[in-house]
């Protein structure tokens, strides 16, 4: 699986959009980008995912230049409940591949 | 969308005793994964659980530190054996979900060993 780096953390005010970051270099053709939130004391929850150019649900849109070699998850208006550890990952397609987590980046949202 | 229960939530253990983590899904799934969270770290994959046959271990973790069942395609247990406390962390099941890469995890069981 795809190596991916993101910032170890980052602080936002309450109300202000955050844009995450995350650098894949050796992404695959057949990869996708996944994002997935942890809050304190509870598992990883997954937020959204993405192929190419844009994806947006009710929790944020993600970002992807043609290139693939990063993606951006934007957060749009954030309160103190998001704060949490935001992870991104790659993985292929053809059925379930394990998941494999890197780093991530706390988020910490100031009131 | 799926349901996992971890059980237990929470447990103190002594050094050298075992502990087995319980993983109940609402769901019948072919794959379970447990992770390993140490405190303030990624989570780390320790094996792939898939009914009828042996799990498979990533690096770095062993059948007998951590010994895995998988009777039907609802359950799975994780056993911590003969602990040490670099064995408290959080421990997470997972089961796959819809697209690639998503997945659904249950609560954890957090474990410190003294």
């Known amino acids: 699986l795809a190596k991916t780096t993101q910032p170890i953390s980052m602080d936002s005010y309450e109300g202000q959009e955050v844009n995450i970051t995350c650098s894949h270099n050796?992404?695959?053709?057949?990869?996708?980008i996944t994002w997935y939130q942890q809050f304190p004391s509870q598992g990883p929850r997954f937020i959204i995912q993405?192929?190419?150019t844009k994806v947006t649900n009710e929790v944020a849109s993600l970002f992807i230049p043609a290139d693939r070699k990063s993606s951006t998850l934007s957060l749009p208006r954030v309160s103190l409940s998001d704060t949490a550890v935001y992870y991104c990952?790659?993985?292929?397609?053809?059925?379930?591949?394990?998941?494999?987590f890197g780093t991530g980046t706390k988020l910490q949202v100031i009131p | 969308s799926a349901v996992i229960s971890q059980k237990p939530s929470r447990d103190i253990c002594q050094r050298g005793t075992s502990l087995t983590i319980q993983c109940q899904v609402d769901s019948q799934v072919t794959m379970m994964f447990w992770y390993r969270q140490q405190p303030g770290q990624s989570l780390t994959l320790i094996a792939t659980a898939n009914q009828g046959s042996e799990a498979t271990y990533e690096s770095g973790f062993v059948i007998d530190k951590f010994p895995i069942s998988r009777p039907n395609l609802t359950f799975s247990t994780l056993t911590v054996s003969n602990m040490s406390p670099e064995d408290s962390s959080i421990y997470l099941c997972s089961v796959p979900w819809g697209a690639p890469t998503e997945a659904f995890f249950g609560q954890g069981t957090r474990l410190t060993v003294v």
């Open positions: 990952l790659v993985g292929p397609l053809g059925g379930y591949q394990k998941v494999t």
């Open positions: 993405g192929y190419k």
């Open positions: 050796n992404i695959a053709t057949n990869d996708y």
